[in-house]
């Protein structure tokens, strides 16, 4: 208990800390005018409340990921604690944070335009189709998930394919209608059950004293079923995405930032939505660990369930909360998914359309460019779930490098602290390499060769951007 209350600590400091320093280091001009006041439009760039924004924000980011990702990462034990908490204030804040106020700070760009002005033209190709194909994968995957959680609380009346149909629908509507018709309204009410998931699952968990295992050096370990198979470099950090550090949110914080009224705002709900999605996934990982008794108990029953988080998460709320609590705790569990599919799907169509000039006042513009994704999306729905998580999972985090990277080299050109993303850059960029290399879904080659493949890879990505600043400073001298 000790290790988890600490971990909470640490998080809320590194917000009001490191997340001021971050900040401070970006440089925010909060008289400065923002897209949302110069470009409105009514559909993408409209002005709202910061309040409403960051609750948007983090629905928007708070997917499957911190509740599912949490308790999949629990089986390698506490360790899991660290990376939530290191992960979340040093790497995923700040790529959050970063890449949304560069997006503000150039009126509302998306991620893959923001990359390519600092990578080329080559990259932001790349990107623009690397990043809507992961935007479908990740609707794909936020239509299956809630539909199987919501046909288990409605068993003989409403099966998968219904609730699929439904939330089809409804991603469909959010996907072309403008963002404070139906996101900025319906959000509320999935922001209370989202908030209520989380405090009663996390106040449960401390009422009746479930035993958390503590960070003490014999748990300072892999505790993984199958250590040799699944080793915390680089599972661990790819499991874990949401919650620590997630490519998909440098997609969603432009959307945020076509919204913002002021940069003052963006520590509030760039920086303050991850730490957030961060203390989700800490009692989903805290409340893993315990409630079957401890690590070793939750990896025996991941197999049992054949790693189905879905199964362990209706348990767990069903004895921890009762009846009516679980209900509304596993409506906080289907409306994070939801909440991040239709923005995933509205983000690609606003790459398409950036990316092609296609102007998106008209619905009839907005039809035509999210047909396509929408046909898409339904035949990735009849893939394996696990299949399309497994690969979701390693595209997320291999956006989110990318991202870094790039982040990185605007740090530099502006002659600013270019370690706070250099340093995550560095080590996510093994993490991967490693990963695509070792992982039964990659190339499945012997673990230490690929782990040692990725730190070479990782070293020869920091070489290049050493000689790229060595040759852009003797320019400027």
Request: hydrophobic content about 55%; overall charge positive; some cysteine.
């Amino acid at each position: 208990m000790i290790t988890f209350l600490l971990s909470i600590v640490a998080l809320i400091c590194g917000y009001l800390i490191y997340g001021r320093f971050i900040e401070k280091i970006f440089g925010i001009d909060p008289a400065r005018p923002t897209p949302a006041t110069t470009k409105t439009d009514g559909v993408d760039f409209v002005p709202m409340k910061w309040s409403k924004i960051f609750l948007i924000q983090f629905l928007n980011i708070a997917g499957l990921g911190p509740i599912f990702g949490a308790i999949a990462g629990a089986v390698w034990g506490p360790v899991a604690f660290v990376w939530i908490v290191f992960g979340a204030v040093f790497a995923g804040a700040v790529h959050d944070f970063m890449s949304g106020m560069m997006s503000l700070r150039m009126n509302g760009l998306s991620i893959h335009a923001i990359v390519g002005k600092y990578m080329g033209k080559g990259v932001q190709q790349f990107m623009s189709l690397f990043t809507v194909a992961m935007m479908i994968l990740v609707g794909a995957v936020f239509i299956m998930g809630p539909a199987k959680i919501l046909s288990g609380l409605t068993s003989g009346f409403m099966g998968v394919t219904a609730w699929a149909s439904i939330i089809f629908i409804y991603y469909i509507l959010a996907t072309m209608l403008p963002i404070d018709k139906l996101i900025g309204r319906i959000y509320p009410f999935f922001g209370f059950a989202m908030l209520f998931m989380a405090v009663g699952i996390g106040g449960a968990m401390i009422y009746y004293g479930l035993p958390i295992p503590e960070l003490v050096p014999a748990n300072f370990t892999n505790m993984n079923a199958n250590p040799g198979k699944f080793p915390i470099f680089p599972m661990l950090f790819v499991t874990i995405a949401c919650g620590a550090i997630s490519g998909f949110h440098s997609t969603q914080s432009p959307l945020m930032a076509r919204c913002m009224t002021s940069e003052k705002y963006g520590r509030r709900v760039f920086y303050g939505a991850m730490i957030t999605e961060g203390l989700v996934a800490l009692i989903w990982a805290a409340v893993g660990m315990s409630f079957f008794g401890g690590v070793h108990e939750l990896n025996n029953v991941m197999e049992a369930q054949k790693g189905n988080a879905a199964w362990i998460v209706n348990e767990i709320s069903h004895t921890l909360l009762g009846r009516f609590g679980a209900v509304l705790a596993m409506l906080g569990v289907v409306a994070a998914p939801i909440t991040s599919g239709d923005t995933a799907f509205r983000s690609a169509r606003i790459i398409i359309a950036d990316f092609f000039h296609f102007d998106q006042k008209s619905i009839k513009n907005r039809l035509i460019l999210t047909s396509p994704l929408f046909i898409i999306g339904f035949f990735l729905t009849q893939v394996d779930f696990s299949i399309i998580w497994r690969y979701m999972a390693w595209s997320n985090q291999t956006l989110a490098v990318i991202v870094l990277w790039a982040i990185t080299i605007y740090l530099a050109t502006e002659q600013k602290l270019y370690w706070v993303t250099l340093i995550p850059a560095v080590f996510m960029s093994a993490v991967v390499s490693a990963y695509i290399l070792v992982a039964p879904e990659g190339f499945g080659i012997d673990i230490f060769y690929g782990q040692v493949t990725g730190v070479c890879f990782s070293g020869i990505l920091l070489t290049w951007f050493w000689i790229w600043r060595n040759s852009v400073a003797v320019q400027t001298e």
